[in-house]
């Protein structure tokens, strides 16, 4: 009789395990596709900054004639 109790609390616990896994898994994947489709995959922030992606300088001038 104390060998059928220890089998079932190993089920049990087992089998719950199992279960807190995958709700674990099952809530990560839910929150990391909210912020993704939110944003389409754009980091959205506060930041003043601007964006700067061409400078204007000599070495570009440079660069622009010999390529043409």
Same mark, same amino acid.
């Not at 220890?6 to 995958?22: C, W």
């Given at each position: 009789?104390v %060998?059928?109790?220890?089998g079932?609390?190993?089920?049990?616990? #087992?089998? !719950?395990?199992?279960a807190?896994?995958? &709700?674990?898994? @099952?809530m990560?994947?839910?929150l &990391?596709?909210?912020? %993704?489709? &939110? @944003?389409n #995959?754009v980091?959205? #922030?506060? @930041?003043?900054?601007?964006?700067?992606?061409y400078?204007?300088?000599?070495?570009?001038?440079?660069?622009y004639? !010999?390529s043409?």
């Amino acid at each position: 009789m104390v %060998e059928n109790r220890r089998g079932f609390i190993k089920k049990a616990l #087992g089998v !719950s395990a199992i279960a807190v896994a995958g &709700s674990t898994v @099952s809530m990560a994947n839910a929150l &990391s596709n909210k912020t %993704e489709t &939110s @944003s389409n #995959g754009v980091v959205i #922030g506060k @930041s003043r900054k601007k964006e700067v992606l061409y400078k204007e300088t000599q070495a570009w001038d440079d660069f622009y004639k !010999s390529s043409y």
